[in-house]
């Protein structure tokens, strides 16, 4: 059994390497590794009103395996920004009126390019964020998905006649776009977050205004070229790239213009209070998926190889840098020790440190050194408190920005990495004794995304299930993200859901009408 699943895990992270040719023409700022970009793609300005435009200064965007520069792109900023916002809304009107089939029609037909250059688009996942290509092909996928769920259900979005107390009155309930929505995403999903959100909007009849993360925004771009030659009009899908430097001013614009009507963030818990402040003055309507601190408990009765495989798909897929990934695993000392010694050798047996463009890499580089310098401070605490290493534990010779997958025992929940999260591939490992005591341990966060456990005790997976301050629970399952399902959290996780039947609620609003004197 523990071969097969082993197979399974490892299947899941091979990639091929295809190769493309070097594009032609290209400024001598585009240089470097730009050759290994899809030129038909990449674009380097932001886009306002459908057109491609051009900013006062660029920024660099780079290969986090090499370090070396992949181009630069237009650094927009604050008039930027409102010209995009003003672009949103003036094509809102017209967007919003259109037929619901027919903002169905174009969401699809964008779906189907995202499929048709998947291979393209993953590419540039890969030479900007640095996860396996097998990941981003994966991703690409993934992230076409909510264009089509959400293409179907922009024609679901029903209203409701409700039963008067007076008998010449009719009571309608109608439901109508927002209006213009600022889009600000992470770099760990470069496409995936931008149509979670942009597909609900859109389908709902608001347009958008995308502020990608300054690591990746090749990806958002691709998605505004592959937008245009889907027939989305002019103005309704809009792209602000910008550099660190300028992120405050644009995100300050978003937040508070008045025409914007929606915020929805993906991000930081510290960051999303400071978006929280800023959208207070117009009280825009806020959606927020922020961080998470995911327990994965493992019981006496859990199938112990089920419960490795699980957990090697949960921590490290894109090395540790999801959201959902856990962060602090619970294993009860009836097969503590089993489980340890089992996961290190899954890890040591099926995971490679490498370029993500490299067939054999399942665990490419962190987004950064600030990254790598975080997991390195959650260890050094860790062991100067007790913790060992059981494998893994520094830097790998490959770079700066790559880590070797870490296994940590004898953790206990005084250190730093059981108290905040990680982002990147540390599994720290608590002993407990009983149920209540993994419960009280998980729900200590102030933050609550995702939770994981494994048990094979029916009455104990109802109580768990429901006792887990989360919003979203794995049960027996290490990877739980689905178009189908409400993706969101508890606590200070975040505001509101994403996907699912309930996503596109978060871009309507819900109109009364009475009609009398019939």
């Known amino acids: 059994m523990t071969s097969v699943l082993q197979r399974r895990a490892a299947g899941a992270y091979r990639l091929l390497l295809s190769l493309y040719p070097r594009p032609s023409g290209l400024a001598a700022a585009r240089r470097h590794k730009s050759w290994a970009l ?18 006062p200064a660029v920024f660099p965007v780079q290969d986090p395996a090499s370090g070396e520069e992949l181009g630069r792109v237009a650094d927009c900023g604050a008039a930027e920004a409102r ?3 003003r672009a949103a809304h003036d094509a809102g009107a017209a967007w919003g009126r259109l037929p619901a089939k027919e903002r169905s029609v174009r969401l699809r037909r964008w779906y189907e390019l995202m499929v048709e250059n998947k291979d393209e688009l993953a590419r540039i996942i890969t030479a900007e964020n640095g996860k396996p290509l097998k990941e981003a092909q994966g991703e690409i996928l993934y992230s076409a998905s909510f264009l089509e769920w959400f293409a179907e259900e922009a024609r679901r979005v029903y209203g409701d006649i409700i039963p008067a107390s007076a008998k010449d ?5 109608l439901k109508q776009p927002v209006g213009v929505a600022a889009i600000i995403t992470p770099w760990n999903f470069p496409s995936a977050m931008i149509t979670r959100k942009v597909g609900a909007a859109l389908a709902a009849g608001c347009t958008v205004v995308v502020k990608p993360a300054e690591d990746t925004p090749l990806s958002a771009l691709a998605l505004g070229e592959l937008a245009n030659q ?5 103005g309704v899908y809009n792209v602000v790239p910008c550099s660190r430097q300028q992120t405050s001013a644009v995100g300050e614009v978003l937040c508070t213009d008045p025409l914007v009507a929606k915020i929805s963030f993906t991000g930081s818990t510290a960051t999303g209070k400071i978006l929280l402040k800023h959208a207070a003055g117009t009280v825009k309507r806020v959606s927020m998926e922020l961080g998470g601190h995911a327990p994965f408990i493992v019981f006496d009765s859990a199938n112990v190889d089920r419960a490795v495989a699980g957990a090697l798909a949960s921590k490290y897929r894109n090395s540790g840098q999801t959201c959902v990934c856990t962060n602090r695993f619970l294993v009860q000392k009836g097969i503590h020790d089993k489980f340890v010694e089992k996961f290190a050798k899954a890890i040591e047996g099926e995971l490679r440190v490498g370029s993500g463009f490299d067939e054999n890499t399942t665990q490419g580089p962190l987004i950064n050194e600030k990254a790598v310098e975080k997991v390195e401070r959650h260890i050094n605490d860790a062991v ?3 913790a060992s290493i059981v494998t893994g534990g520094k830097r790998h010779s490959l770079g700066k920005n790559f880590f070797e997958p870490t296994l940590l025992s004898n953790v206990t929940t005084k250190m730093l990495c059981t108290q905040e999260e990680t982002f990147g591939p540390l599994a720290p490992v608590i002993k407990f004794d009983t149920e209540e005591e993994a419960i009280a341990i998980a729900n200590t966060a102030n933050v609550g995304l995702a939770g994981y456990f494994y048990s094979q005790d029916p009455a104990q997976i109802w109580r768990v299930a429901e006792q887990l301050e989360v919003g979203m629970v794995g049960v027996n399952e290490g990877i739980i993200s689905s178009v189908e399902s409400p993706f969101g959290g508890v606590k200070q996780s975040g505001l509101g859901r994403e996907g699912s039947k309930y996503g596109i609620d978060e871009y309507l609003e819900i109109k009364y ?3 009398g004197g019939l």
């Open 38 to 55: 899809p030129a038909s793609l990449v674009r380097w300005g932001g886009l306002v009103g459908g057109r491609w435009v051009e900013a």
């Open 83 to 85: 010209e995009a916002v």
């Open 169 to 173: 009155r009719r009571i309608l309930v």
């Open 230 to 234: 889907a027939g989305i009009p002019a």
């Open 384 to 386: 100067s408190q007790g």
């Open 513 to 515: 009408v009475c009609v």
